[in-house]
């Protein structure tokens, strides 16, 4: 099996544009044989990176809450325009594709991870478990309900987001 890792970056707080991004990536993929394909956390519309600097301002800044509002606003469904979009280009090129995105749910938002089947479309939606430090003024704790090993090519593979990886429950779930 060929596996790929995306190394882009994202058109940053633009779902429509980062959309557009997988898609061709998807479809160049398809054309080097890969039939597996992971993107980076929250690469659907972009990692928060004032998350990780304390936020915006001060404790109390109105910036941070503009920058919160954007965000969601970023953010996408599920269910949505985007993520079709990306499942009906993971079916035409017939690859199995891991996507991290920053998923709105109500006025809640959560770093996400999508297993999307060529066959079958998404198969899997993996909310991160505990979002680290900053990342908790931006993202909601998810919980193990996502947390799904799927049949690749005849091998069962599973994925988690980020500082999981080093969470030793986390990684029992998906080894058992």
């Not at 080097?32 to 800044?61: K, Q």
């Not at 938002?109 to 991160?128: E, Q």
Request: proline letters at 5%; aromatic letters at 10%.
């Amino acid at each position: 099996m060929r596996i790929a890792a995306a190394q882009a970056h994202p058109i940053w707080m633009d779902a429509d544009g980062t959309a557009e991004k997988i898609v061709g990536m998807i479809r160049s993929a398809a054309e080097e044989g890969v039939e597996l394909l992971a993107f980076p956390e929250t690469f659907l519309p972009g990692y928060p990176f004032w998350a990780l600097l304390g936020g915006v301002g001060r404790l109390g800044d109105p910036r941070d809450a503009d920058a919160y509002a954007a965000y969601l606003e970023a953010a996408v469904e599920v269910d949505g325009p985007h993520v079709r979009q990306v499942a009906d280009a993971a079916r035409e090129a017939g690859i199995f594709v891991y996507l991290g995105l920053a998923e709105r749910v109500g006025g809640s938002v959560y770093a996400t991870l999508l297993a999307i089947s060529p066959d079958a479309g998404v198969v899997g939606a993996h909310r991160k478990l505990m979002p680290t430090h900053g990342e908790r003024t931006v993202w909601a704790m998810g919980d193990g309900h996502g947390l799904r090993v799927h049949d690749v090519g005849g091998l069962r593979i599973g994925g988690l987001n980020c500082w999981e990886n080093w969470m030793p429950l986390a990684r029992y779930a998906l080894y058992a």
